[in-house]
T-cell receptor, first 110, second 116 residues
Framework: TQLLEQSPQFLSIQEGENLTVYCNSS?????LQWYRQEPGEGPVLLVT?????EVKKLKRLTFQFGDARKDSSLHITAAQPGDTGLYLC??????????FGAGTRLFVKA | EAQVTQNPRYLITVTGKKLTVTCSQN?????MSWYRQDPGLGLRQIYY???????DKGDVPEGYKVSRKEKRNFPLILESPSPNQTSLYFC???????????????FGEGSWLTVV
């Protein structure tokens, strides 16, 4: 059982549609990060959320940290082909570890 | 430009033949780590290092070794590779471990390793 459960695992949508992906856990975290990984590259940080209920916006991407700091969501408005990639959430795993979820693979068709 | 450089990018090797994947960062970060990425399992941490000469096991350390003799370098060593170590490997560096605000994890471009 993974510490972080991401859903859905795979999402294929048309350009212009909206979507939400989730990162859930039964544990409480002091912070959570979202990364995007494009094919052939390493993940790149999108955002860090630290406060329960916090909402952060990055252009068409909206990130929310759950009130209880156990979960997070990423909402994309009017998806574009450039949004295609693997979206990963990450948390501190105790000590000096970092734990990543398995990711949501998003494909946006033109 | 902030960079994490790992080599080789692609490697096919045979079972039991020792190999080293090098990793170097130019950001003077104290924290470096290695991950492997497998379909459906995401990124799993192999080893991490909090500073020179200080290393610790991640979640999947079996079959791997690391060393941190210099701050900028963190090589991953497979003493006797086996087919179950076929994977995509990422080196990463950051100010410290975890995901606190201000702590961006920078990743290399990945090394595709196939063990036959």
């Amino acid at each position: 059982t993974q510490l972080l459960e991401q859903s859905p695992q795979f999402l294929s949508i048309q350009e212009g549609e909206n979507l939400t992906v989730y990162c859930n856990s039964s544990s409480v975290f002091s912070s959570l990060q979202w990364y995007r990984q494009e094919p052939g590259e390493g993940p790149v940080l999108l955002v860090t959320v630290v406060t329960g209920g916090e909402v952060k916006k990055l252009k068409r991407l909206t990130f929310q940290f759950g009130d209880a700091r156990k979960d997070s969501s990423l909402h994309i408005t009017a998806a574009q082909p450039g949004d295609t990639g693997l979206y990963l959430c990450a948390v501190g795993g105790g000590g000096f570890k970092t734990i990543f979820g398995a990711g949501t693979r998003l494909f946006v068709k033109a | 430009e902030a960079q994490v450089t790992q080599n080789p990018r692609y490697l096919i090797t045979v079972t039991g033949k020792k190999l080293t994947v090098t990793c170097s960062q130019n950001m003077n970060h104290e924290y470096m780590s290695w991950y492997r990425q497998d379909p459906g399992l995401g990124l799993r941490q192999i080893y991490y290092s909090m500073n020179v000469e200080v290393t610790d096991k991640g979640d999947v350390p079996e079959g791997y070794k690391v060393s941190r003799k210099e701050k900028r370098n963190f090589p991953l060593i497979l003493e006797s590779p086996s087919p179950n170590q076929t994977s995509l490997y990422f080196c990463a560096s950051s100010l410290y471990g975890g995901t606190l605000s201000g702590n961006t994890i920078y990743f290399g471009e990945g090394s595709w390793l196939t063990v036959v």
